[in-house]
């Protein structure tokens, strides 16, 4: 994770800028890409539970699946 913007499903899941994302419920994530495939195909509102490495240790993040064409306007709308 490289950056988390406010008031977006990732910050308020807890999901933290450095996170690693190992796992998206049972499916193990190979990069960046591959994690970014498998979220796009979700729909709008499903609960997912992420395995996340932070500061040498492994936890659970459960993260609600937004709209992507919500969180794009609200990003471009802000100074």
């Known amino acids: ?3 988390v913007h406010p ?3 990732a910050a308020l899941a807890g999901l933290l800028a450095n ?3 190992l796992q ?3 499916v193990p994530i190979r990069n960046e890409n591959h994690l970014i495939n498998l979220v796009s195909g979700l729909p709008v509102g ?3 539970r992420l395995q996340v490495w932070r500061e ?3 936890m659970t993040v459960d993260v609600l ?3 992507w064409a919500a969180a794009q306007a609200r990003l471009k709308s802000t100074p």
């Open 1 to 3: 994770v490289e950056v």
């Open 46 to 48: 499903q609960r997912v």
């Open 65 to 67: 699946i937004g709209d």
């Open 24 to 26: 998206l419920d049972t």
């Open 7 to 9: 008031e977006t499903p």
């Open 19 to 21: 996170d690693v994302i």
């Open 56 to 58: 040498r240790r492994m």
